[in-house]
């Protein structure tokens, strides 16, 4: 299930897309965190959409990957972006949390590389030190920069949302296009 801010539209109910699209991922089991950013020519950035896709904690692990695997797939349907950024796993957690986790990613990595999409990981201390700044920020600061750098009247919530988001951001700023879609 997803739940999301969702993009403006033409009357012809095609999308506007001038610049570069960014999917940014922040993988989870239960909740995964996304955000569609455009960087345009000088740099300038803007959110398209951000959300979350969310899994029953009850439900079989398979079917909780695919649920993601299908979600992911949506977006990069209906955005075609020209890269997806994935934070990887945080070598903090426990082993048997870093393996699940692994399954999302998995099957993220999967949905972006059977559509043609180009992917960044980033660690999540790259992420960090590239939208605040710094590699140690805390959530609430990603968050609040996250709202600056797009000029947002609040933060995307959940958390998840704002930390896909970021993932974007980070692209934007550390990642590289391919020639022919940096114009």
């Not at 740099?43 to 009850?58: D, K, N, P, Q, Y």
């Not at 048997?96 to 949905?111: E, K, M, Q």
């Amino acid at each position: 299930m997803r739940d999301g801010v969702r993009p403006r539209a033409t009357a012809g109910g095609s999308q506007v897309c001038d610049g570069v699209l960014v999917l940014g991922i922040d993988p989870g089991t239960a909740v995964t965190g996304y955000g569609v950013v455009r960087r345009r020519d000088g740099g300038a950035v803007s959110l398209v959409e951000c959300g979350v896709i969310r899994t029953s904690r009850h439900e079989a692990l398979p079917l909780r990957i695919r649920e993601i695997y299908e979600e992911v797939d949506a977006l990069l349907v209906r955005h075609r972006p020209h890269a997806m950024s994935v934070e990887d796993v945080f070598q903090g957690r426990n082993a048997r949390s870093a393996l699940t986790l692994g399954h999302a990613r998995g099957a993220i990595l999967l949905a972006a590389a059977l559509r043609d999409v180009p992917i960044a990981e980033y660690a999540p201390r790259q992420v960090k030190k590239a939208v605040v700044g710094t590699g140690s920020a805390t959530k609430e600061q990603v968050a609040f920069m996250v709202m600056q750098q797009l000029r947002l009247a609040e933060a995307p919530a959940p958390e998840d949302a704002a930390d896909g988001v970021a993932a974007a951001l980070a692209h934007c700023v550390i990642g590289s296009f391919p020639a022919e879609v940096r114009r």
